[in-house]
């Protein structure tokens, strides 16, 4: 995995957030975290992101919508999306949509570690 790669991280919950962001340095990512989507997508990681992973349900704009908006804006991120609350309607919605993957919490490192090679193969 090249250790050049920046995951962003989109989640409310904190402890989620900083355990990922605590997973992908130790695998040698450049990691960038935030709070929520608009957050995100004022940030200057929107062009450096090669891989996202956002929380399905968050305040404000949730990770299906966060999607549709970088489709829309020309920015094909790939994309991991991530629950607590799993909705086989919304997964079958992401996984037509293009997103990669759809991973309902708690989920295995291994898991989310092929997820995201599978991202950073489209993402070349």
């Given amino acids: 995995m090249p250790t050049q790669a920046v995951i962003s991280i989109v989640d409310d919950d904190q402890s989620v957030r900083e355990a990922t962001v605590d997973l992908m340095n130790s695998l040698g990512f450049g990691v960038e975290a935030f709070p929520d989507g608009e957050t995100f997508l004022k940030s200057d990681a929107l062009r450096s992101t090669r891989c996202l992973i956002a929380d399905v349900q968050m305040p404000g704009i949730g990770g299906l919508e966060l999607y549709a908006r970088l489709i829309a804006s020309g920015h094909a991120i790939p994309m991991i999306l991530i629950t607590a609350y799993p909705d086989e309607g919304v997964k079958a919605q992401a996984l037509?949509?293009?997103?990669?993957?759809?991973?309902?919490?708690?989920?295995?490192?291994?898991?989310?570690?092929?997820?995201?090679?599978?991202?950073?193969?489209?993402?070349?």
């Fill in 96 to 124: 037509k949509s293009g997103l990669i993957a759809y991973l309902t919490k708690p989920f295995s490192e291994e898991d989310l570690i092929s997820r995201i090679d599978a991202a950073l193969e489209v993402a070349l």
